[in-house]
């Protein structure tokens, strides 16, 4: 299973919009996509629980991604990461 470790760079974490952005650049694929922190784990198909994992910026997330399309997944994820959810000027 296909997995990377990333840092929120963004200036509020993983709040409600970067959840949300994170759930729409997860579903165009053919992958099951599982975000944790520490021992939490979210399905990143559901913003709550992404939400839940409380986490602000500077914060590692391990996202790991198993089907098809789980690579593909994993760099959009990774590229939505580096831009910083497209939120920071």
Do not use: W, Y
Not at 61 to 82: R, S
Request: aromatic residues 4%; contains cysteine.
């Amino acid at each position: 299973m296909p997995e990377r470790t990333l840092t929120l760079t963004n200036k509020r974490g993983l709040h409600a919009r970067a959840a949300t952005k994170l759930v729409t650049c997860c579903q165009p694929f053919d992958a099951c996509i599982k975000v944790s922190k520490g021992t939490q784990e979210a399905d990143a198909s559901n913003i709550m629980a992404l939400l839940m994992l409380a986490a602000p910026c500077g914060t590692q997330l391990n996202i790991k991604a198993e089907g098809d399309e789980a690579e593909q997944a994993l760099e959009a994820i990774e590229a939505l990461f580096t831009a910083r959810f497209d939120e920071d000027a």
